[in-house]
């Protein structure tokens, strides 16, 4: 079974085009591309990825989508486009058809911004994605989790892929209302998982694999192994963690588990879900 990483990032910097990069996040400062990830792979044993949008513009969308084009190892891209806007419905069927998109992620309010994700734009241009075959990434933090479930009911034939496990606790060791939360999302069969950006959510310089375990169990128990799937949040995770120790982090984890089940999760939820060609 190939192994996939679902979630990396490329991007130009500039400072205007990443606000979210601060003063803490120096590393991030510059470019990140594919001549960087390769080598990475290969020695992680990784055949491909997919790469994911990191700013919210629809000139870093297009940019992907060229990187995919020429990059093999790029076997999709999960773009942005402008759902609240009304030239949604014209741009989407404009990029729908581009063989290497495969989902789209969008703004869904800031960390204590409960109501954003029901406004009626919002919701509108996440409708538009039925007859599609994409997918949509949910970015939320720990304070989000308790509404999206609500959000996602709306659109009940939608596939929906959480990231990073919404973010929890880790760093203050805080399971509730994190796990009960995800648990309640896990119920709907259309929501899938990523098994990423955890090391961020910990002490950086310190973390070790056992703080991780009961978040790890937690989205084994809600998810299983059919809606789980790797993910490394590289460049972002390397303020953590190189990106080898994350891929042998997981694939420890994962040793437990039977042959069939540690494929799903390794590469393929990913081939499924994200509907990525083998090789």
């Known amino acids: 079974m190939i192994r996939i990483d679902t979630h990396q990032h490329f991007w130009t910097y500039k400072p205007e085009n990443y606000t979210w990069i601060d003063s803490n996040m120096r590393p991030l400062q510059r470019d990140y591309g594919p001549v960087d990830l390769q080598p990475l792979l290969h020695q992680a044993n990784i055949g491909g990825t997919v ?60 960390s204590d911004d409960l109501e954003y994700m029901f406004r009626p734009e919002l919701q509108r241009g996440v409708a538009l994605l039925s007859g599609t075959g994409l997918s949509f990434d949910l970015m939320l933090w720990p304070p989000q989790l308790g509404k999206v479930a609500a959000f ?65 169990e ?26 080898m120790r994350w891929a042998e982090t997981i694939a420890s984890w994962a040793g437990k588990l039977s042959n069939a089940e540690r494929d799903r999760i390794l590469g393929g939820t990913a081939l499924e879900v994200y509907r990525l060609s083998p090789p």
């Not at 892929?161 to 069969?189: M, N, T």
């Not at 937690?218 to 990106?243: H, I, K, N």
Request: proline fraction near 7%; charge should be neutral.
């Open 51 to 110: 790469a994911v949008e990191a700013r919210g513009h629809l000139e870093e969308t297009e940019q992907l989508l060229a990187i995919a084009e020429r990059t093999e190892l790029v076997r999709g891209v999960v773009g942005w486009l402008p759902l609240t806007e009304p030239s949604a419905a014209a741009l989407l069927e404009r990029h729908a058809a581009h063989p290497k998109l495969r989902g789209l992620r969008h703004w869904l309010g800031s």
């Open 152 to 216: 996602v009911d709306r659109h009940p034939k939608q596939i929906f892929i959480l990231d990073h496990f919404a973010k929890p606790y880790i760093r203050d060791g805080l399971l509730e209302p994190w796990r009960s939360q995800l648990r309640e999302l896990a119920r709907r069969p259309n929501v899938y998982c990523k098994v990423s950006g955890l090391a961020t959510e910990a002490d950086w310089q310190s973390w070790q694999p056992e703080q991780l375990a009961p978040y790890l």
């Open 218 to 243: 937690t989205a084994l128990e809600a998810f299983t192994p059919q809606r789980l799937m790797f993910g490394s949040d590289w460049p972002v995770c390397t303020l953590a963690t190189s990106y």
